[in-house]
């Protein structure tokens, strides 16, 4: 972690970082691009996807903020058979699990009152919770590969964690997303 906290330092330590992220984003609004058509044809998928992909990079946060803090005070271990580990990790799954439905559920509610062209509840709810069963490993396992690399780089977790998570969520968001439209329906 840096010894100092100049401008110069944080801005050599953060801008690496932004301009990576930056390209994620870009290839994140390519990816939706290629979907435009299915988006209207369902609004509902349209007022899932934002939902889904800030749920999905919420929980990402919520999972860094943990390891950060555990970080910081010296008791983060990367042993795969570390309880603290694994339960921060479980934690976000069981969230995951927990949160989706009411998504899914709240994405058929909205287009529901707001659109004539809907899909079924139930397909709503199981596009939404498959994407979110998905995503929540997906979370977890970027969560914690960045959590490392900013350990081994010697970078505070606290200022690049976050930001590489819940930007890679949204690319993971809309993929994971598509993938299982293209299952379910």
Same mark, same amino acid.
């Given at each position: 972690m840096?010894?100092?906290?100049t401008?110069?330092a944080i801005t *050599?330590?953060?801008?690496? #970082?932004? /301009?990576?992220?930056?390209?994620v984003?870009?290839g994140s609004?390519?990816?939706?691009? *290629?979907f435009?058509?299915?988006l209207l044809q369902?609004?509902?998928l349209?007022? $899932?996807?934002?939902v =889904? %992909?800030?749920t999905?990079?919420n929980?990402? +946060? %919520?999972l860094? &903020? *943990?390891? +950060?803090?555990s970080?910081?005070?010296?008791t983060?271990s ?9 339960g921060?990790? @479980?934690a976000t799954? &069981? $969230?995951? /699990?927990s949160?989706?439905? %009411?998504?899914?559920?709240g994405a058929w509610? @909205?287009?529901a @009152?707001v659109s004539?062209? *809907?899909?079924?509840l139930t397909?709503v709810v199981t596009? +939404?919770v498959?994407?979110g %069963?998905? /995503?929540?490993?997906l979370?977890?396992a #970027? ?6 690399v ?9 200022d690049?964690v976050i930001p590489?998570?819940t930007? =890679?969520c949204d #690319?993971l968001?809309v993929? #994971? @997303? ?5 299952v379910?329906?």
């Amino acid at each position: 972690m840096p010894t100092e906290w100049t401008v110069r330092a944080i801005t *050599r330590a953060m801008l690496p #970082v932004l /301009l990576v992220l930056t390209l994620v984003e870009v290839g994140s609004g390519l990816v939706l691009g *290629r979907f435009e058509a299915q988006l209207l044809q369902y609004p509902t998928l349209l007022a $899932l996807v934002p939902v =889904t %992909i800030g749920t999905a990079g919420n929980l990402g +946060s %919520i999972l860094a &903020a *943990r390891l +950060s803090t555990s970080f910081h005070l010296g008791t983060l271990s990367f042993d795969p058979a570390d309880e603290h580990l694994a339960g921060n990790a @479980l934690a976000t799954f &069981a $969230l995951a /699990l927990s949160i989706f439905p %009411i998504v899914g559920v709240g994405a058929w509610g @909205l287009t529901a @009152l707001v659109s004539g062209v *809907r899909l079924a509840l139930t397909t709503v709810v199981t596009i +939404s919770v498959v994407s979110g %069963i998905a /995503l929540a490993v997906l979370v977890i396992a #970027v969560t914690l590969a960045a959590t490392y690399v900013a350990y081994r780089f010697r970078l505070d977790p606290d200022d690049v964690v976050i930001p590489a998570v819940t930007n =890679t969520c949204d #690319v993971l968001g809309v993929v #994971v @997303l598509f993938l299982t439209v293209q299952v379910v329906l």
